[in-house]
């Protein structure tokens, strides 16, 4: 791909992706709010104990193939075509079996209900197995807007038909179906954006037909073990607390905090993120390039996500309070501690596409699984000796931050890039970040609780950060504009 493509598809990408990952989270936002005012905290909580089951089962399904495909330069219709095949085949036999385990599921944390529940909740990833291949192919070829465009349309629909089934009094099983939806029409758009159709050759040759999977598996199945260990992470919360507290209410409330914290990284990671593997992908074969194209990636993603994230933790009590009401308080100051995690998630994602990038599964995959083991590890110590919840997401928050000196020094080691050169990209943007919504929060802390007080926070902290990096002549707030701005008049 020339240089000057490749620059106008990452820009393209990044604009993209910033547009339709706001838009995502903000419709995602409006519908869990509505939701929220609904349902309650122990609705929440049952459905956090069924999502790392179905998490994991779609991370078996689809097997890491989808990042093995992207870091192919030209994958063939075979190839695509063999991912189709063992994703449907590993799908389906992976939901009969958990068919089969639901009660099992259900006596483990001592609620019926979740039998029949978990029955129809893990149909999802069935639904999802038919359209990896597809999204692997627009992933791969930078199609950020069609897959835009698609993930913005499920989220309207799944949203309307969530919100209709709360008011109808379904209450988690409104939950359970929208989720449905939602996988259901990214499949269907997935097949309508991407040209790519897989054969019916497996039917007349299977084992030719996944021959090309197996010869990825080598490099996949480390993302795999990876990508699993990735959703053991995530999830601890969500298994552990119901385990701890029956009932659903602490994992609900739980569960509220983490949902805006991971869309907020949502928003700021999922641009770089669709660009990210293949543009590194591209610079793979020049040393100065590929560390010059990580270090300006990384430099964006510290610029957007440090204020993003830290300013949400300064709004977290305005805004759990007022828009999803006073029955979700506690959820307020775990938000704000999550935040700060949050902030610096989108940056460990940079540096996992990274080693991605070199070929280096079997690294990932290494970290991926030590952090796994700390987390957990940590979580059932801490409640084991009598702390609250709020020390163990401290832990968990503490532990994913000091995460990144593991990544960094990877990132030394693949492309050279020295600890002082990653410390100015991050530190000086994550400092200035702190201190202005410091300065906000005393600025505005005699106020009280109200949509004034939320909303001159937001506009003063939006005023300080680019006001000042704008009097300092930053030159990452000159890129971003003017890929904003002049990009299309170029």
Same mark, same amino acid.
């Given at each position: ?139 791969? &070829? ?142 793979? &074969? ?134 002082? &050169? ?18 906000? &929060? ?49």
């Amino acid at each position: 791909m020339p240089t000057s493509s490749l620059k106008q598809k990452t820009a393209q990408g990044l604009i993209w992706g910033g547009f339709s990952n706001g838009m995502m989270q903000l419709l995602q936002a409006v519908f869990g709010l509505w939701l929220l005012n609904i349902l309650a905290p122990e609705d929440y909580g049952k459905m956090a104990a069924l999502v790392i089951f179905s998490n994991i089962a779609s991370v078996l399904q689809e097997s890491g193939f989808t990042a093995a495909l992207a870091n192919k330069r030209e994958p063939t219709h075979e190839e695509y075509n063999a991912v189709f095949w063992f994703n449907v085949i590993v799908g389906v036999a992976l939901y009969i079996l958990l068919f089969f385990a639901a009660p099992l599921i259900a006596d483990f944390y001592e609620e019926p209900v979740l039998c029949p529940l978990a029955r129809v909740a893990f149909l999802g990833f069935v639904f999802s197995c038919f359209g990896t291949a597809q999204r692997a192919y627009l992933f791969g &070829h930078l199609m950020v807007r069609q897959t835009s465009l698609m993930q913005l349309a499920s989220i309207t629909l799944s949203g309307v038909v969530g919100v209709c089934l709360a008011y109808a009094g379904f209450a988690y099983w409104g939950l359970a179906l929208q989720g449905l939806v939602y996988v259901a029409s990214v499949t269907a758009f997935a097949w309508y954006f991407s040209p790519w159709r897989p054969s019916l050759s497996v039917f007349r040759a299977p084992s030719e037909t996944l021959r090309p999977a197996w010869q990825m598996f080598g490099f996949s199945s480390k993302l795999l073990v990876n990508s699993l260990a990735f959703q053991f992470n995530n999830n601890a919360f969500g298994v552990l607390l119901n385990r701890f507290f029956p009932g659903g209410y602490i994992a609900g409330i739980y569960s509220n905090a983490r949902k805006w914290d991971d869309m907020a990284i949502a928003t700021m990671g999922g641009m770089v993120q669709g660009v990210a593997q293949p543009v590194l992908r591209e610079s793979a &074969h020049d040393a100065v390039g590929i560390q010059s194209a990580f270090r300006k990636l990384l430099r964006f993603t510290c610029f957007v996500s440090f204020p993003c994230l830290l300013g949400l933790a300064l709004i977290a009590e305005d805004f759990i309070v007022l828009l999803a009401g006073e029955k979700w308080h506690e959820s307020a100051f775990l938000l704000s501690l999550l935040c700060f995690y949050g902030a610096f998630s989108p940056v460990v994602t940079l540096y996992s596409n990274l080693v991605i990038s070199r070929g280096r599964s079997t690294v990932n995959m290494t970290i991926g699984v030590l952090n796994c083991a700390f987390v957990w590890g940590g979580i059932i110590v801490l409640h084991a000796l009598g702390y609250a919840l709020t020390a163990m997401v401290a832990y968990y928050v503490l532990l994913n931050i000091a995460w990144l000196f593991v990544w960094q020094t990877c990132a030394r080691r693949l492309i050279g890039l020295r600890w002082w &050169h990653a410390f100015k990209d991050i530190a000086p943007f994550f400092l200035f970040a702190l201190a202005v919504m410091v300065a906000t &929060h005393y600025a505005t802390a005699a106020l009280p609780l109200s949509w004034l007080r939320l909303i001159l926070r937001i506009l003063l902290a939006v005023a300080l950060y680019l006001g000042t990096l704008r009097l300092a002549h930053a030159r990452i707030l000159s890129e971003s504009y003017h890929y904003l701005f002049h990009r299309r008049g170029k």
